[in-house]
């Protein structure tokens, strides 16, 4: 009974799609084919990308329209950065010491060589503003913050004066509002920078060098041109754009 009542309401749902064909059953025992509609991975919730330093200290994007559902994924690059809630009005403080839920990542490090990259997933549970800081040494001041869920454009530019302006930051204390994790490095949403090398290039020699010495030395030395390519983080930069390309993770599967 329970089957056929299950049976007939798939039967209504599969006629109500813009796709008229059925799908064919399929044989006992053989796979069935099972699709995930485009029209609803538009509107499913998302995991959105922003990158933590790296070259500067930056969140990239600094911007974020988040819905409800969503998951905010902070991957951090270079450095050694927080991710931590503020109050509008008390930029590079932490909003965690007057209010429980107040967000903080604690702090996550990324060095040259690392092949797994730290991330703090953060749902989102309210539409209401977020502003957020980074609770490292100066780099609130530096205007690392970022916000999200902005009710116009000034809010940023006024959360940015407002960070520069403070002498210093409070650190957070505990880990709220997030689960920390990693992520592969292949699969982050930036190219790390190319590592330092690791001794300084030598003094210039003496300018009694032979001049056809000079041209070997340069032509022998890749790192160069490879240094453009990487140096642009990928799609997240546009805090304008609402669907990054880039973004191939855009559901989130609730837990078993
Ligand atoms: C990151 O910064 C925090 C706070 O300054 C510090 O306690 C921690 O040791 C640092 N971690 C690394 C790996 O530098
Ligand atoms: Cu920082």
């Known amino acids: 009974m329970k089957f056929i009542l299950g049976a007939s309401l798939l039967a209504a749902t599969v006629s109500a799609l813009p ?17 995930i509609r485009q ?30 559902g969503d998951i905010v994924q902070f991957q951090f690059s270079n450095g050694n950065h927080t991710v931590t809630q503020s109050a ?15 967000v903080h990542s604690g702090h996550i490090p990324f060095v040259d ?18 502003f957020l800081y980074c609770a490292t040494g100066p780099h ?20 940015v004066k407002a960070s520069q302006s403070t002498t210093a930051s409070v650190d957070g204390t505990a880990v709220v509002g997030g689960t920390v994790g990693t992520i592969p ?6 190219v790390p920078a190319p590592a330092e090398e690791a001794a300084p290039p030598a003094a210039a020699p003496p ?8 041209p070997a030395e340069p032509a022998a030395e890749p790192a160069e041109p490879a240094a453009p390519e990487t140096t642009p983080p990928p799609a997240p930069a546009d805090p304008a754009a609402p669907e990054p390309p880039t973004t191939t ?8």
């Open 19 to 35: 796709s008229p064909a059925p799908p064919a059953a399929a044989a006992p025992g053989q796979p069935r084919k099972f699709t």
């Open 39 to 68: 029209d609803f991975l538009a509107t499913a919730n998302k995991i959105i990308p922003v990158v933590v330093g790296g070259p500067q200290d930056t969140y990239a994007p600094n911007v974020v329209t988040a819905a409800v």
């Open 88 to 102: 509008a009005e008390a930029a590079c403080q932490p909003l965690q010491a007057t209010v429980a839920t107040g």
């Open 113 to 130: 060589g690392q092949t797994e990259v730290g991330t703090f997933n953060m749902p989102v549970t309210s539409t209401d503003t977020m």
């Open 140 to 159: 609130c001041q530096e205007g690392q913050v970022m916000v999200i869920n902005p009710t116009d454009d000034q809010q940023i530019v006024d959360y």
């Open 185 to 190: 490095l292949a699969e982050a949403a930036f």
């Open 207 to 214: 300018a009694a060098a032979p001049p056809a010495a000079a």
């Open 249 to 256: 993770i855009t559901i989130t599967v609730p837990p078993v």
